[in-house]
């Protein structure tokens, strides 16, 4: 299995830049699945549905997460909901999983 994965997407540039060559670095590669770490994609903190959802439609698998996950509480709802985020399960037990 070929795995694509990009480690810390920041921000709006980083999301842009990621945009602009997926699909370049799939046809060079060719992996079976794309991740991204994804904790940072709004600005440096959190993870949101809107910041999200192009990079799901590009082809993006799934998106791993740390610490800055949770930065953004209007976001818990989605993280929540979203099964390709891939959540720490050594949070605390009253975080959300």
């Known amino acids: 299995m070929r795995i694509l994965f990009f480690g810390d997407v920041f921000g709006k540039p980083a999301r842009a830049l990621l945009l602009q060559e997926l ?3 799939k046809s060079e590669f060719n992996p079976d699945f ?4 994804g904790e940072n994609l709004a600005d440096g903190k959190g993870l949101t549905e809107r910041v999200a959802k192009p990079l799901w439609q590009a082809g993006v698998d799934a998106m791993s997460s740390g610490n800055h996950l949770w930065d953004r509480e209007e976001s818990i709802e989605y993280i929540i909901k979203e099964q ?4 720490p399960m050594n949070y605390p037990s009253p975080t959300p999983r």
């Open 84 to 87: 390709r985020i891939v959540r």
């Open 23 to 25: 699909q370049n670095l």
């Open 34 to 37: 794309v991740i991204i770490n």
